[in-house]
């Protein structure tokens, strides 16, 4: 037990650490080759952030572990909400730009009903559902950079996303460096993560689908953590806003996706209909607050976080 803790806790610690490595390296060669600043908010951050989840997810589907595979996304987007979210706005109350984030927002309710109601109904992610999230990622990216090029307070959120990784590698070879040595430390972290989460499962008696849910989720997450309580200590507490939507877009649509089209991906039984009702009652709560323009305050993120605390409790029942 105490080796799978380990196991867990050093494969964490990869993840978080390369994780911020990766996409520090990507951002500077992205600048170096002079890709815009739009351009690198969009894709580069959005995906580096969610690098964790997509390379636990894989590596728990071969490794035969769907409960984790899954959970670890519908938990990463669960927690980014009323977890991380809601410690950002306990820092500094966020007002919220409608016309900046309402797209977004509306736009991950969707797909979360979306996916909600494919697994429901067919019992798996198949090969051809992953085609199709993919699909709706480029297609997303495709969207919103042919709408934001005209400018605009979403194209100057998404262009502020890129600096939340500042500062970045100034020489090239440094920059591939980061990289590389970034994506090294993800694949050796995803793999002790994933092998120790399974074993403290077993040894627990506690489903692969709830340590999914949980430890899995929460440390995969462990980047969006980083950079949205930065940028909130910075005063863009907007831009942390934007990073988190944008983050469970990708979750679902590139890292479930990809995921399903090398492995698919069997609905775990034990998966309750309360995991999904917080994976969409979480988007749809972030949406309203985008769409109305209100001032998130403390004490919403304090409800925010006492709802987080009310899943844990079905999760394990204590």
């Given at each position: 037990m105490m080796e799978a803790v380990l196991f867990c806790a050093v494969g964490l610690a990869l993840l978080a650490v390369g994780g911020e490595g990766l996409v520090r390296g990507a951002v500077g060669i992205a600048r170096w080759a002079g890709l815009s600043e739009l351009m690198i908010g969009l894709t580069l951050v959005g995906f580096g952030t969610s690098m964790p989840e997509l390379v636990t997810s894989l590596n728990a589907a071969a490794a035969g572990a769907p409960g984790i595979a899954l959970g670890n996304v519908l938990g990463s987007n669960i927690g980014n909400i009323l977890l991380v979210f809601a410690l950002v706005v306990l820092i500094r109350p966020v007002a919220v730009d409608r016309a900046a984030t309402g797209r977004d927002g509306i736009l991950m309710v969707a797909v979360s009903a979306i996916l909600t109601v494919l697994c429901l109904i067919t019992g798996e992610i198949s090969r051809l559902s992953g085609a199709l999230l993919v699909a709706g990622l480029l297609g997303y990216l495709v969207m919103v950079?042919?709408?934001?090029?005209?400018?605009?307070?979403?194209?100057?959120?998404?262009?502020?996303?890129?600096?939340?990784?500042?500062?970045?590698?100034?020489?090239?070879?440094?920059?591939?460096?980061?990289?590389?040595?970034?994506?090294?430390?993800?694949?050796?972290?995803?793999?002790?993560?994933?092998?120790?989460?399974?074993?403290?499962?077993?040894?627990?008696?506690?489903?692969?689908?709830?340590?999914?849910?949980?430890?899995?989720?929460?440390?995969?997450?462990?980047?969006?953590?980083?950079?949205?309580?930065?940028?909130?200590?910075?005063?863009?507490?907007?831009?942390?806003?934007?990073?988190?939507?944008?983050?469970?877009?990708?979750?679902?649509?590139?890292?479930?996706?990809?995921?399903?089209?090398?492995?698919p991906i069997p609905i775990p039984a034990d998966l309750a209909m309360t995991d999904w009702l917080a994976l969409v009652g979480s988007a749809v709560l972030l949406a309203v607050f985008a769409w109305t323009g209100s001032r998130l305050s403390r004490r919403e993120a304090a409800v925010m976080l006492a709802l987080y605390g009310c899943y844990l409790w079905t999760l394990f029942g204590v």
């Open positions: 950079w042919r709408q934001e090029r005209a400018g605009g307070p979403a194209a100057d959120l998404h262009k502020e996303e890129a600096h939340t990784h500042d500062p970045v590698p100034q020489a090239l070879w440094i920059s591939l460096l980061f990289s590389a040595g970034g994506l090294a430390m993800l694949v050796l972290g995803a793999d002790l993560l994933v092998q120790g989460a399974v074993s403290i499962a077993r040894t627990a008696g506690v489903s692969e689908t709830v340590i999914g849910l949980t430890i899995v989720a929460i440390g995969t997450s462990l980047p969006e953590l980083v950079a949205t309580l930065v940028a909130a200590l910075k005063g863009r507490a907007d831009v942390a806003f934007g990073s988190i939507v944008g983050s469970n877009l990708y979750n679902i649509l590139g890292i479930l996706g990809i995921t399903a089209l090398f492995q």
